[in-house]
């Protein structure tokens, strides 16, 4: 079976995605648009960090859309279902990328794609590290390289909703 995921050959193995190439990060250097978000959370680093890796369809990704293994350089899929005001039928927003970066329950980087409504194709940079504050985690994400202010400013109103999902799930 062969799959293409932004233009690179991919193979399935165990369950997940391999790229099939050296591991590279995108040049952000064209595109300087970032954000940060923190947010302080009940949880342990330990259980945050498992529900970006393991345990993604419970709290952001649709059931049933996931394809993922969390290991460096393997690639992940899956998808979001979103119905806003006023709309019959909900939207479906694939999500890919891959992890560059895997340290448990300290920090995970991984390149993050979507389509026209979110990175508009662009390969971006997703960082959580995860700091043990008390009984819970602070947790500060940055996401790079956006192609444009526009598609950085609707992740900056996404990503806290987002994150307020994963604190409410695992609470």
């Known amino acids: ?10 193979r399935r193995k165990r369950g997940g995605l391999s790229v099939n190439q050296p591991l590279t990060t995108p040049d952000l250097g ?8 923190e947010r302080e959370m009940d949880a342990s680093p330990e259980a945050i960090y498992e529900g970006w890796t393991e345990r993604i369809d419970r709290w952001f990704a649709a059931p049933g859309t996931v394809l993922m293994r969390p290991e460096v350089n393997a ?9 806003f005001e006023n ?6 927003y694939p999500h890919y990328g891959r992890f560059l970066k895997l340290e448990k329950a300290r ?7 979507t389509g026209p409504k ?4 662009a390969e971006t940079v997703v960082t959580v590290e995860l700091y043990p504050r008390g009984g819970g985690t602070q947790l500060r994400l940055s996401h790079a390289g956006f192609p444009d202010e526009e598609s950085r400013d609707q992740h ?3 990503w806290p909703y987002v994150l ?3 604190d409410n799930r695992l609470k």
């Open 87 to 92: 709309q019959e039928k909900a939207d479906r």
């Open 118 to 121: 979110g990175t508009k194709g």
């Open 156 to 158: 900056a109103v996404a």
């Open 1 to 10: 079976m062969r799959n293409v995921i932004f233009n690179r050959r991919i």
């Open 107 to 113: 920090l995970l980087e991984l390149t993050w794609v």
């Open 30 to 37: 064209a595109r300087p648009f970032h954000l940060t978000v």
């Open 164 to 166: 307020e999902q994963l």
């Open 75 to 83: 690639a992940f899929f899956f998808e979001t279902v979103h119905r």
